[in-house]
């Protein structure tokens, strides 16, 4: 078949959907209220050309634009001229049926929201595509109808991929594994077997191991962030005079090597990270030719109670349990300035020129050409590791930037 491309027929894209609707108030209710739509315009037209454009003749028009995400919809009532409802026998196997399918992130809390309207249903309930079905397997999905009998569908598709699971808190790559993972995969050198437990079985485990940090959020004495603990895997000899307590390195540097190989082979470092709050005196100037950093630590009983619970929680391990010694130290240091490494915010973003340099496009309030999108944009240091969301932001920017240049 010869199908002619979209430069050939100079199309570009799809701009709204029209619907037309018996009451402009009511269907503006429902898609706000029950569908979360934005908003857009409200205009009334009645000029000739616009009838001729619709085909009816003497018509006005009510024209309500609608948004959501990238996508706008027009619901359009004939004010006065009655419009025929859709037959109450319509189903969807009809060669009018048509219907716009709506992509919500959390099926459950979205259908049980769609509940408390008047709707009329078209599925029995949210129904899951058959992983047999290649193109939407896993997807989950629910038909039902508008005031006016239009057809419409919330759809929610499965996370293609688990990127550390909430990566709030931590920093290392902790995946999780697709779905897909868990069932037979063919490569082109040789065959991974299918788990003989599926996703569904992990999903609950899953989200228990990511609470590992929950005391992040705090304890009950102390209701406020302390930060998040990560291992860092095993310990170095020769790091260790570098990293040892201020007061403990002259002595450690007297250890022969042989006896520091085998410390550090009986050791294990964590890296504790506590969120360094925004203080307009820590910054960084150019004096003269050097870049100078102005630094006062702060929010540092919040990093003391974590390092404090972290080494309950290491001493609350059995000196029993297998490949614990019976004689354990807890040696902690601070990271020194020169080492600095999740530098963010000196040029943060925000909506109100007098307190931030970008606009949320990551565009200097000032110029209008020059756009920032490395971890300056951040409005705060986060306390967790800053790269992924370097990176979203930067996909995030990138695409603005697309759609402006086009
Ligand atoms: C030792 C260490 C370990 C870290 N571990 C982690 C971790 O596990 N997880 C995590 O999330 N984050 C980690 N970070 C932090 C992370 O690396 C940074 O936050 C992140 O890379 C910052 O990204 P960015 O794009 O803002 O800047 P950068 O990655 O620093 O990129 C800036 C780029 O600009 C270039 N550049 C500078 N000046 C000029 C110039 N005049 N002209 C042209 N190019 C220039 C530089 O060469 C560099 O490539 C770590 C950092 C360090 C130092």
Redesign the pocket.
């Known amino acids: 078949m010869n199908i002619p491309s979209q430069t050939d027929v100079q199309v570009q894209r799809i701009r709204a959907i029209g619907l037309t609707v018996m009451n402009c108030d009511r269907s503006l209710h429902f898609y706000t209220q029950a569908l979360g739509f934005k908003f857009v315009s409200d205009i009334t037209v009645a000029a000739e050309d616009y009838n001729d454009l619709e085909g009816v003749t003497r018509a006005n028009i009510r024209i309500i634009t609608l948004q959501l995400g990238d996508e706008l919809i027009e619901l359009m009532e004939y004010l006065n001229i009655p419009s025929q409802p859709i037959p109450s026998d319509s189903q969807s196997n009809d060669l009018w049926f048509q219907h716009l399918a709506i992509v919500v992130s959390d099926m459950d809390s979205a259908y049980t929201h769609l509940r408390s309207f008047p709707i009329q249903p078209i599925s029995t309930a949210p129904q899951t595509i058959p992983p047999g079905n290649e193109a939407s397997g896993g997807v989950r999905a629910f038909k039902f109808k508008d005031p006016d009998g239009h057809d419409l569908e919330l759809i929610w598709f499965p996370p293609g991929y688990w990127v550390s699971g909430n990566t709030k808190l931590y ?2 790559a902790l995946v999780r594994l697709r779905e897909r993972d868990f069932e037979k995969v063919i490569h082109k050198g040789g065959i991974s077997p299918e788990w003989p437990l599926k996703y569904q079985d992990f999903e609950p485990y899953y989200t228990q191991a990511e609470k590992l940090n929950d005391f992040y959020w705090g304890e009950p004495d102390f209701p406020y962030p302390m930060g998040m603990v ?1 291992n860092t895997g095993n310990v170095l000899a020769d790091m260790i005079p570098a990293e040892a307590p201020p007061l403990m390195a002259p002595f450690v540097k007297l250890i022969p090597h042989f006896e520091r190989h085998l410390l550090a082979q009986r050791s294990v470092g964590w890296w504790l990270q506590t969120e360094d709050l925004p203080d307009p005196n820590n910054q960084i100037r150019v004096v003269g030719d050097k870049i100078h950093i102005d630094y006062t630590l702060n929010n540092t009983e919040a990093s003391d109670r974590l390092i404090h619970r972290w080494t309950s929680v290491l001493k609350s391990i059995p000196r029993s349990a297998k490949h614990v010694l019976p004689f354990s130290i807890y040696p902690r240091t601070h990271l020194p300035e020169q ?6 915010g000196s040029c943060r973003f925000g909506t109100d020129p007098q307190t931030s340099v970008l606009d949320l496009n990551c565009r200097t309030h000032d110029v209008d050409n020059l756009y920032v ?4 944009f951040f409005p705060s240091n986060s306390g ?7 990176m979203a932001n ?1 996909l995030r920017v990138g695409d603005h930037l697309a759609k402006r240049l086009r």
């Open positions: 920093g290392a990560q080492a600095v490494a999740h530098q963010c999108v490395d971890s300056s967790a590791n800053p790269t992924l969301t370097i930067a």
